[in-house]
């Protein structure tokens, strides 16, 4: 069986690329990722895979994807950003769009990927909020 992959923030494809050619057993069926490098490498690395360049505009049906991965932005959660957190004004808080698709979709499995200091970030507390929202 191979599992349907939805890859949000994908960057230049890394987990994609993990899951079908070094894990096997994924598809990434589709990738939702706003920069323009970005999107060409993964046009040139996978041909086939439709790119949608806006999650705030992406939408999807109840069990269209099994796999979501996630490695959503990061720059006001790093210690070398101004860690201003996951909210409504910041680039990080695109993280509530993912959980919007996550309650859409209802994916068998999700995997996030963040830095460090999401763990320690307002004492714990946005980590907190992550992992409620992830239950909820």
């Avoid at 230049?12 to 057993?25: Q, W």
């Avoid at 949608?52 to 959660?77: E, W």
């Amino acid at each position: 069986m191979v599992l349907k992959l939805l890859d949000l923030f994908s960057g230049i494809g890394g987990f994609s690329y993990a899951a079908e050619r070094i894990v096997g057993g994924y598809e990434t069926t589709q990738f939702v990722e706003i920069d323009s490098y970005c999107q060409s490498v993964l046009r040139k690395n996978f041909p086939n895979t439709p790119i949608h360049d806006d999650i705030k505009t992406f939408s999807a049906k109840p069990g269209q994807f099994d796999v979501f991965t996630i490695g959503f932005p990061c720059q006001d959660l790093s210690v070398a950003g101004r860690q201003r957190g996951i909210n409504d004004e910041t680039r990080s808080g695109l993280f509530y769009e993912s959980i919007r698709l996550l309650r859409e979709v209802r994916p068998r499995f999700a995997l996030f990927e963040n830095v460090r200091n999401l763990l320690s970030h307002e004492k714990g507390e946005t980590f907190q909020e992550v992992l409620f929202q992830i239950a909820k």
